[in-house]
Protein backbone atom coordinates (compact mmCIF):
# COMPACT_ATOMS: atom_id res chain seq x y z
CA UNK A 1 0.00 0.00 0.00
CA UNK A 2 0.65 3.55 -0.07
CA UNK A 3 3.53 5.39 1.95
CA UNK A 4 3.21 8.57 3.86
CA UNK A 5 3.36 11.44 1.40
CA UNK A 6 4.39 14.70 2.32
CA UNK A 7 4.12 17.93 -0.16
CA UNK A 8 5.75 19.99 -1.39
CA UNK A 9 9.19 17.58 -1.63
CA UNK A 10 10.80 20.99 -1.98
CA UNK A 11 9.28 25.14 -1.44
CA UNK A 12 11.76 27.89 -1.47
CA UNK A 13 10.39 30.89 0.22
CA UNK A 14 10.86 34.43 1.15
CA UNK A 15 11.11 35.62 4.76
CA UNK A 16 8.04 37.12 6.17
CA UNK A 17 5.56 34.84 3.74
CA UNK A 18 3.99 32.13 5.57
CA UNK A 19 3.99 28.48 4.39
CA UNK A 20 2.21 25.18 4.59
CA UNK A 21 3.31 21.73 4.82
CA UNK A 22 0.99 18.52 3.98
CA UNK A 23 1.36 15.11 5.18
CA UNK A 24 -1.00 12.24 3.96
CA UNK A 25 -0.42 9.34 6.49
CA UNK A 26 -0.54 5.73 6.26
CA UNK A 27 -4.52 4.86 6.14
CA UNK A 28 -5.72 3.74 9.59
CA UNK A 29 -2.55 4.91 11.17
CA UNK A 30 -4.35 7.00 14.30
CA UNK A 31 -0.77 8.56 15.03
CA UNK A 32 1.24 11.61 13.56
CA UNK A 33 4.66 13.12 14.25
CA UNK A 34 5.82 16.02 13.01
CA UNK A 35 10.14 16.39 12.98
CA UNK A 36 12.14 19.05 11.82
CA UNK A 37 15.98 18.27 10.61
CA UNK A 38 18.41 20.93 10.72
CA UNK A 39 20.90 20.79 8.32
CA UNK A 40 23.78 17.80 9.81
CA UNK A 41 21.56 17.24 12.24
CA UNK A 42 19.04 14.88 13.98
CA UNK A 43 15.29 14.64 14.13
CA UNK A 44 13.85 17.33 16.26
CA UNK A 45 10.48 16.26 17.68
CA UNK A 46 7.74 18.79 17.31
CA UNK A 47 4.49 17.49 17.95
CA UNK A 48 2.17 14.61 17.66
CA UNK A 49 -1.42 13.63 16.76
CA UNK A 50 -3.65 11.38 18.41
CA UNK A 51 -6.79 11.37 15.73
CA UNK A 52 -6.80 14.97 15.27
CA UNK A 53 -6.45 15.61 18.67
CA UNK A 54 -2.43 17.14 19.66
CA UNK A 55 -2.03 17.06 23.78
CA UNK A 56 0.96 19.05 23.62
CA UNK A 57 2.14 21.46 21.55
CA UNK A 58 5.34 22.55 23.53
CA UNK A 59 7.81 20.77 21.21
CA UNK A 60 7.01 23.44 18.52
CA UNK A 61 9.55 26.23 18.36
CA UNK A 62 7.86 29.47 18.26
CA UNK A 63 3.95 30.89 18.11
CA UNK A 64 5.01 30.81 14.77
CA UNK A 65 4.70 27.73 14.01
CA UNK A 66 1.07 25.54 13.99
CA UNK A 67 -0.38 22.18 13.15
CA UNK A 68 -3.50 20.43 12.72
CA UNK A 69 -5.03 17.50 11.48
CA UNK A 70 -8.47 16.24 9.73
CA UNK A 71 -9.92 13.56 11.77
CA UNK A 72 -7.10 10.36 11.61
CA UNK A 73 -6.14 11.72 7.78
CA UNK A 74 -3.81 14.62 6.53
CA UNK A 75 -1.71 17.32 8.87
CA UNK A 76 -0.74 20.48 8.26
CA UNK A 77 2.33 22.13 9.54
CA UNK A 78 1.92 26.11 8.84
CA UNK A 79 4.84 28.59 9.51
CA UNK A 80 3.58 31.95 9.60
CA UNK A 81 6.36 35.38 8.98
CA UNK A 82 9.18 32.86 7.52
CA UNK A 83 12.56 33.19 9.11
CA UNK A 84 16.21 32.00 7.67
CA UNK A 85 16.39 29.86 11.05
CA UNK A 86 13.36 27.82 9.68
CA UNK A 87 15.11 26.39 6.97
CA UNK A 88 15.03 23.01 7.35
CA UNK A 89 13.74 19.58 6.01
CA UNK A 90 10.21 18.96 7.68
CA UNK A 91 9.44 14.97 7.95
CA UNK A 92 6.16 13.95 8.69
CA UNK A 93 5.69 10.37 10.27
CA UNK A 94 2.57 7.87 11.49
CA UNK A 95 1.96 4.97 13.13
CA UNK A 96 -0.74 2.55 13.85
CA UNK A 97 -1.39 3.35 17.47
CA UNK A 98 0.06 5.62 19.89
CA UNK A 99 2.66 4.49 21.83
CA UNK A 100 6.60 3.90 22.49
CA UNK A 101 6.70 0.33 20.80
CA UNK A 102 5.16 1.08 17.46
CA UNK A 103 7.31 1.86 14.23
CA UNK A 104 7.02 4.98 12.77
CA UNK A 105 6.63 5.62 9.56
CA UNK A 106 8.44 8.16 7.63
CA UNK A 107 7.73 10.25 4.79
CA UNK A 108 10.32 11.55 2.49
CA UNK A 109 9.88 14.94 3.76
CA UNK A 110 9.29 18.82 2.83
CA UNK A 111 12.61 21.03 2.26
CA UNK A 112 12.60 24.33 3.29
CA UNK A 113 14.68 27.25 2.22
CA UNK A 114 14.00 30.68 3.38
CA UNK A 115 15.60 33.19 1.41
CA UNK B 1 13.05 13.38 29.23
CA UNK B 2 15.71 11.40 27.07
CA UNK B 3 18.99 12.30 25.62
CA UNK B 4 21.18 10.46 22.85
CA UNK B 5 24.51 10.92 22.29
CA UNK B 6 26.28 8.88 19.03
CA UNK B 7 29.70 9.76 19.49
CA UNK B 8 31.17 8.95 15.73
CA UNK B 9 30.09 11.11 13.19
CA UNK B 10 31.63 9.27 10.37
CA UNK B 11 32.34 5.63 9.94
CA UNK B 12 34.07 4.01 7.15
CA UNK B 13 34.64 0.26 6.59
CA UNK B 14 35.23 -1.90 3.56
CA UNK B 15 33.16 -3.98 1.61
CA UNK B 16 32.05 -7.39 3.41
CA UNK B 17 33.36 -6.14 6.93
CA UNK B 18 32.07 -5.46 10.09
CA UNK B 19 31.13 -2.19 11.69
CA UNK B 20 29.59 -1.46 14.57
CA UNK B 21 27.84 2.01 16.22
CA UNK B 22 27.64 3.59 18.84
CA UNK B 23 24.84 4.68 21.08
CA UNK B 24 23.90 6.31 24.45
CA UNK B 25 21.28 7.21 26.13
CA UNK B 26 19.72 8.15 29.19
CA UNK B 27 15.85 8.34 29.71
CA UNK B 28 13.46 8.53 32.52
CA UNK B 29 11.09 6.15 31.59
CA UNK B 30 10.72 2.85 32.87
CA UNK B 31 9.16 1.14 29.73
CA UNK B 32 10.74 2.03 26.47
CA UNK B 33 12.07 0.78 23.34
CA UNK B 34 14.85 1.89 21.16
CA UNK B 35 15.04 2.06 17.66
CA UNK B 36 17.61 2.23 14.57
CA UNK B 37 16.76 3.90 11.35
CA UNK B 38 18.81 4.67 8.73
CA UNK B 39 18.32 7.49 6.29
CA UNK B 40 19.75 7.33 2.93
CA UNK B 41 20.50 10.42 0.80
CA UNK B 42 16.95 10.09 -0.21
CA UNK B 43 15.89 11.31 3.12
CA UNK B 44 13.49 8.85 3.89
CA UNK B 45 13.92 7.34 7.07
CA UNK B 46 14.16 3.47 7.36
CA UNK B 47 13.69 1.56 10.61
CA UNK B 48 16.70 -0.92 10.88
CA UNK B 49 16.24 -2.67 13.99
CA UNK B 50 13.75 -2.24 17.08
CA UNK B 51 15.07 -3.78 20.98
CA UNK B 52 12.69 -3.51 23.49
CA UNK B 53 14.28 -2.38 26.81
CA UNK B 54 12.69 -4.78 29.33
CA UNK B 55 13.90 -8.34 26.91
CA UNK B 56 17.71 -9.25 27.27
CA UNK B 57 18.05 -10.40 24.49
CA UNK B 58 19.79 -8.77 21.82
CA UNK B 59 17.45 -7.89 18.53
CA UNK B 60 18.75 -9.64 15.60
CA UNK B 61 17.52 -8.75 12.11
CA UNK B 62 19.68 -10.00 9.13
CA UNK B 63 22.85 -8.62 9.19
CA UNK B 64 22.04 -5.89 11.70
CA UNK B 65 22.15 -6.61 15.11
CA UNK B 66 22.53 -4.88 18.85
CA UNK B 67 24.56 -5.21 21.70
CA UNK B 68 21.98 -4.12 24.20
CA UNK B 69 23.45 -2.89 27.76
CA UNK B 70 20.34 -1.36 29.37
CA UNK B 71 22.49 -0.60 32.96
CA UNK B 72 25.39 0.90 30.91
CA UNK B 73 22.07 3.02 28.67
CA UNK B 74 23.53 1.69 25.78
CA UNK B 75 22.69 0.55 22.56
CA UNK B 76 25.08 0.09 19.91
CA UNK B 77 24.70 -1.13 16.12
CA UNK B 78 26.35 -4.07 14.22
CA UNK B 79 25.98 -4.35 10.65
CA UNK B 80 27.93 -7.50 9.46
CA UNK B 81 29.09 -7.74 5.65
CA UNK B 82 28.67 -4.16 5.02
CA UNK B 83 27.09 -3.67 1.44
CA UNK B 84 27.16 -0.46 -0.91
CA UNK B 85 23.50 -0.10 -0.14
CA UNK B 86 24.22 0.21 3.56
CA UNK B 87 25.36 3.57 3.11
CA UNK B 88 23.83 6.28 5.04
CA UNK B 89 23.28 8.15 7.95
CA UNK B 90 22.02 6.31 10.97
CA UNK B 91 19.83 7.11 14.21
CA UNK B 92 19.87 5.88 17.50
CA UNK B 93 16.45 6.73 19.06
CA UNK B 94 15.13 5.65 22.79
CA UNK B 95 10.91 5.76 22.62
CA UNK B 96 8.96 5.93 25.85
CA UNK B 97 5.56 7.32 26.40
CA UNK B 98 3.31 8.62 23.71
CA UNK B 99 5.63 11.70 22.36
CA UNK B 100 7.85 11.13 19.08
CA UNK B 101 11.46 9.65 19.28
CA UNK B 102 14.19 11.48 20.81
CA UNK B 103 17.12 11.20 17.92
CA UNK B 104 21.08 11.76 17.96
CA UNK B 105 23.21 13.48 15.82
CA UNK B 106 23.76 10.93 14.01
CA UNK B 107 26.49 8.71 12.41
CA UNK B 108 27.04 9.01 8.62
CA UNK B 109 28.24 5.17 7.43
CA UNK B 110 30.65 5.16 4.33
CA UNK B 111 30.87 2.10 2.72
CA UNK B 112 34.07 1.43 0.79
CA UNK B 113 34.28 -0.75 -2.74
Known amino acids: GAGVSQSPSNKVTEKGKDVELRCDPI?????LYWYRQRLGQGLEFLIYFQGNSAPDKSGLPSDRFSAERTGESVSTLTIQRTQQEDSAVYLC?????????????FGPGTRLTVL | AQTVTQSQPEMSVQEAETVTLSCTYDTSESDYYLFWYKQPPSRQMILVIR??????QNATENRFSVNFQKAAKSFSLKISDSQLGDAAMYFC??????????FGKGTHLIIQP
Open chain 1, 93 to 105: ASSPHRGPYNEQF
Open chain 2, 51 to 56: QEAYKQ
Open chain 1, 27 to 31: SGHTA
Open chain 2, 93 to 102: APGGGADGLT
